[in-house]
Every structure is written in structure tokens, then in C-alpha cells.
């Protein structure tokens, strides 16, 4: 499989991924969807990388307990969204963290631009409500808005943790983090959700989907592909979570949403073009890691969905 079909293999598996969790929702709440999502998917990791924590120092728990605690906040806040507003225009809003946090790093004003049209983009959306034509729900909105702040906070808290931790050891510990911080809050929906008939069936597809299989696709194509090139194919993300909440959810979009979502991915992808340039004068690396500098998320897990 070619390195094109991997990222967008990977998209689409955690949008899809996404969708099928909405369907928990009814049973669990979104709480308790997160937590049988991150819970079902640190015990998967943690049973495949079977990380060597007896070794660790200070620093590297540090690490990823930050990073779990980010985790755990970036997917609840993303799920509680979900319940308010459609796929497609929750992670859209969404990805003005990392927008935001590579204008914030770079300090450069052509970053600024791309996050004020990110912003544009967003402000249609706004106009165009959802897909039915209704109003845009607001505390939706705002969960998406701590969905994407908590997904700059993870980015990095990746970066660190990537930095004193080797393989997926630290990825399957901050995730298991992540789900332990959300138990007090999502013990009770859980417990309901795989008590219902096909309950644990959905939560173990949520979790494959969301989790395992975007993981595996993602470390694929990044040892094939530069991350710049990566990032800007991630851009697609919203399209497809777009096309996720039509297909699956049956949420429809607007010729107006479908421009907010368009003038959103140009900005992500016209920011990690913008990153890709500043890299190539400056002689570094195609491949080169540049922590909170690109707008792609750090590659430890991926972000909400």
C-alpha cells in the first residue's frame, strides 16, 4: 500500500471511528464512550508494547502522565462536542489548536494569516449552523474549541515525551493515563454501555477504529513519507470526517459549511507549506522533526476522533 493510501486509510479509520462512537453515546454518554475508547485501547497497547516501566525515571513518568492527562482531555471534550454538533464541523473547529500553536512557536506573520483564515473559516460555519440548517450549538462549539486547545497541549507533551522515551512504551502508558483520568467521570456510562446488547461490540470497534488502526496506518506511512508531506495530507482530515457524519450519522452539510471546512483545511495545509519552505531555506532535513514548529500532531496517538 502506497504512502498516500496509508494517511488517508488512517483518516478515514478514525473519522469513521468517530462515527461509530456517536452511536455509544445513547448508552454511555460521551464520557463514558471515551473511556471505553482510550480504556480498550491502552489495554491493546499495553498487551503489544508491554512497556519496561520498572526502568523509568522521574522524567519520563513526568512525561507521560502529562501527556495522558492531555489525552484524556483532548478525546473527552472532543466526544462531549460530538453530542452537540456534527463530525465535520467539530473537527474543524477543532484543528485551530494546532494551528494556532505552530503560529504561536513559528512567530512568523505569515503563520498569523493562516490562523486568521482558519478563523474566517471558522466564523462560516457559524453562519452556516448545521447541516439541517439549524444553529450552531455554541457549548458544542466551545468543546471543540477545548478539544483543539488540549490537542496543542498534546502535541507538546508528545513532543517531550518522544524526546526521553524510546518505541510505543510511552504511547501505551500516557494512553492507559488517559483513561484512568477519565474513570471518576465515566465509570457509571461505561459500565451501562457494555451491559447493553452489541454494547462492548461497538466500544471494541470504536476503539480499533480510532485508536489501533489509525496508529498502525500513520507509523507506516511517516517511515515512508516526509513529515511535512504528511502533515498537509492530513488536512483531508475534516473532508473526511465531513463525508464520515453524511455517510454514517446522516449529517448533512451546506454549500456554506462546505466553504467554512474548505478555508479551514487551506489554512492547515497552507501553514505546513509555509513551515516546509522556512525548513528548505533554512537547509534542514526533508524528514527533519521540528517539535511545535509543524502543524501536523506529534506522532504518539492521534488526535480526537
Known amino acids: 500500500m502506497g ?36 480504556g480498550l485501547a491502552a489495554l491493546l497497547l499495553l498487551l503489544v508494547f508491554r512497556p519496561r516501566v520498572r526502568r523509568w525515571t522521574g522524567p519520563q513518568w513526568r512525561a507521560a502522565v502529562l501527556l495522558g492527562l492531555s489525552l484524556g482531555a483532548m478525546n473527552g471534550c472532543f466526544y462531549a462536542a460530538l453530542s452537540r454538533i456534527d463530525l465535520g464541523t467539530a473537527v474543524t473547529v477543532e484543528f485551530l489548536g494546532p494551528l494556532t500553536l ?21 466564523a462560516v460555519l457559524g453562519l452556516a ?9 455554541v457549548l458544542g462549539v466551545v468543546f471543540a474549541l477545548l478539544a483543539g486547545a488540549c490537542w496543542a497541549a498534546y ?9 526521553v522515551t524510546e518505541g510505543h512504551g510511552g504511547l501505551a502508558v500516557a494512553t492507559a493515563v488517559g ?10 456510562g461505561a459500565l451501562h454501555a457494555v ?31 516526509p513529515q511535512r508531506t ?15 457524519g453524511w455517510a454514517l450519522l446522516g449529517q448533512g452539510m451546506t454549500v456554506l459549511g462546505g466553504a ?46
Open 3 to 38: 504512502p498516500l493510501l496509508l494517511v488517508i486509510g488512517s483518516c478515514t479509520s478514525l473519522q469513521f471511528g468517530a462515527a461509530l462512537a456517536v452511536h455509544l453515546f445513547a448508552l454511555g454518554g460521551s464520557t463514558g464512550t471515551t473511556l471505553l475508547r482510550l
Open 102 to 122: 505552530a503560529a504561536v512557536t513559528s512567530r512568523r506573520v505569515r503563520d498569523l494569516l493562516w490562523v486568521a483564515l482558519a478563523l474566517v473559516g471558522v
Open 129 to 137: 449552523g448545521e447541516g439541517g440548517g439549524g444553529s450552531l450549538d
Open 155 to 163: 502535541i507538546v507533551a508528545g513532543a517531550r515525551l518522544g524526546r
Open 179 to 188: 483513561a484512568l483520568v477519565l474513570v471518576p467521570f465515566g465509570a457509571a
Open 195 to 225: 451491559s447493553a446488547p452489541h454494547g462492548l461490540l461497538l466500544a471494541l470497534g470504536t476503539a480499533v477504529l480510532a485508536s489501533v488502526v489509525p496508529y498502525s496506518l500513520e507509523l507506516a506511512a511517516l517511515r515512508r513519507l
Open 230 to 244: 504528511f502533515g498537509v495530507l492530513l488536512s483531508l482530515e475534516p473532508v473526511i470526517a465531513s463525508l464520515a
Open 260 to 305: 467554512g471546512v474548505v478555508l479551514v483545511v487551506a489554512a492547515s495545509a497552507g501553514a505546513t507549506w509555509t513551515a516546509a519552505q522556512v525548513r528548505a531555506r533554512d537547509g534542514a532535513p526533508a524528514g527533519a522533526r521540528t517539535d511545535g514548529d509543524d502543524v501536523p500532531r506529534v506522532h504518539l496517538p492521534t488526535s480526537a476522533g
